[in-house]
């Protein structure tokens, strides 16, 4: 099994189909558990990478890093926009989901979200980053079904989301 304390995301090698494939990659650190990759799909618009930690698969986890990638939306939307829709789009389907803006930036905002006791939904904590890069809208996930018990935990991911980078 590997470990991967450091992964780099590459956008443009395995996942894109060619013609569609960006020059950026998004460079995560994760926390210091193993974590492999359960699933990757990539079309002409747009691509997923999902993470989970060894043992367990992506029908049954417990936590979960994804990176998505939309290409040339960045063009046609702001970070805050996107995370807007989002939003408004969760409310639809569970009214009291409740989102904190945790940063934002000129060209990524970071943000969390919480479904909490919603009827045919799992609970889950979130927290998201959209950063907007020359190619495409990246949108960086971790997903937790464990409630967080400490602040401690939250402020790994704020840290490993808020330091990941793109690069040419």
Request: proline content about 2%; some cysteine.
């Amino acid at each position: 099994m590997r470990n991967f304390f450091t992964v780099l995301v590459v956008a443009g090698l395995f996942l894109c189909p060619c013609g569609a494939c960006s020059a950026e990659n998004v460079d995560l650190k994760f926390d210091n558990r193993q974590w492999e990759l359960a699933f990757s799909d990539a079309t002409e618009s747009q691509s997923i990478q999902e993470y989970v930690l060894v043992g367990e698969t992506i029908d049954n986890w417990t936590e979960l890093v994804t990176v998505q990638i939309f290409y040339g939306l960045q063009t046609q939307t702001t970070c805050e926009q996107y995370m807007e829709k989002m939003m408004e789009m969760l409310k639809n389907v569970c009214p009291t989901t409740a989102a904190t803006m945790i940063s934002k930036g000129e060209n990524e905002i970071l943000f969390s979200w919480e479904i909490k006791d919603c009827p045919g939904q799992e609970n889950q904590f979130e927290i998201d980053r959209v950063l907007a890069g020359k190619e495409a809208l990246y949108i960086l996930h971790y997903v937790t079904k464990k409630p967080i018990a400490s602040s401690e935990k939250r402020d790994e991911w704020v840290k490993a989301l808020s330091s990941a980078k793109l690069t040419d």
